[in-house]
Every structure is written in C-alpha cells, then in structure tokens.
C-alpha cells in the first residue's frame, strides 16, 4: 500500500523541519518499498527559501487528498499570507492525518485543527501558543503528541521523532527501529522531555561536563 506523503513548507521554513521527515520516510521505504511516495507543497509552488537561505522546490497546494500532511514551522510571519493560504487549505480536509513540526503547530490551530486536543510545539513558544490558543490544551514537555488524526512535535529535530512514529504507525516497530539505525537517532523519546535534565544540571558554563559523563557511564 502506498501512502502519499505531503511536506507543506513556506517563506522562510526551517529547512530540517522538512528534511528530517523526508529522509525517514525515504529510507522507511527502502525497507519496505512502494510504501510511500513524497510530495512537497507550497502556496503557489516554485522554489521556496528556507530561514537559512537555502531553498526547496515545491508544487503548488491541490485540491487531493493525502495519506499523511506534515506542516513544517519556522518563519511563518515572514509571509503571512502564505500561512493564510496553509490554513485555508487545511480546513478543506486533505489527509487521513495531519501533523506539524515546531511552529507548523500554529497553521493547525489557525486552521481550527487543535481545538479541544492536546499538543506541543517548540518550548519557546509553548507560553505564547498556549496564550493565543486556550482551547487547546499544550503539553510543553512532549517530544511529540498523538491526539486523534493530529500529531505535534516538538522543535526541528523532534521532526524526525515524530516520523518514526508515523512510520511505526503505519509499518511496525521492526521497520521504525532499522530507519532509525539507518538516521543514527534514537527510535523512540516520546517521553522525554524537551530538555536534557542532566544538561540542565550541568549549568550554562559547562563544568561539570566531566562530571555528568563520568555519571553516565556509572550510572550503578
């Protein structure tokens, strides 16, 4: 069975937001080939520029129905309109599921898509978001959230967390564990949380790096 994969991007997207996604699927496949096929959309199509200059090329948004819909986040505010545009496609209904990246959990609000779910998004916005969207319920500490047909993540490489779990959703733990060998990333932390605890510990300056990696490597 294949299954259409649409990576949404727009003006100023993260670009791992939508590359970390397309190389689990692309290399899910290779274990399980015809299993997807992958499609990069935008308002009005053409090459849009990632936050970091660098570019994708992109079809234009249509009117069909995909298996999976991954909304990438960045630098939405650099063109309004185009997020204007995601949200109104949204609404219409194009996927037996939807999921975002980092701020890409804005557009799914904006498009009503949230409304009484739970969610995440990138910690620095988890404040903000739960403030302009108080009907949806933020969980700030989530790699990832799975409510209904909706899944979140959380900042730019929780992408890839979130596609392994698709993939696992769609092909079994087997095919989700050897992708993630391939990427060289763990195949599941859904329930860790956003920030490192013995990071947090270690302080902004560092020294107790020595330390921390001692305590890890005795951790009897």
Partial sequence: MKRTVAIVIHPGFQLLDAAGPTAAFEIAGRF???????????????????SSGIGLSATPLRDERFDTVIISGGEIVRSLAAAEQIAAWLKRGRARRIASVCSGAYLLAEAGLLDGRRATTHWASTDDFARRYPRISVDADRIFVHDGDVWTSAGISAGIDLALALIEDDL????????????????????????????ELGGRTGRFADLIEWMRDHLA
């Fill in 172 to 199: 079994g733990q087997d095919v989700a564990r050897r992708t993630a060998q391939q990427l060289v990333v763990h195949q599941r932390r859904s329930g860790q949380s956003q920030f490192s605890s013995l990071v």
């Fill in 32 to 50: 399980c080939p015809g299993s997807y096929e992958l499609a990069v959309l935008a308002p009005g199509g053409g090459e849009i520029e990632s």
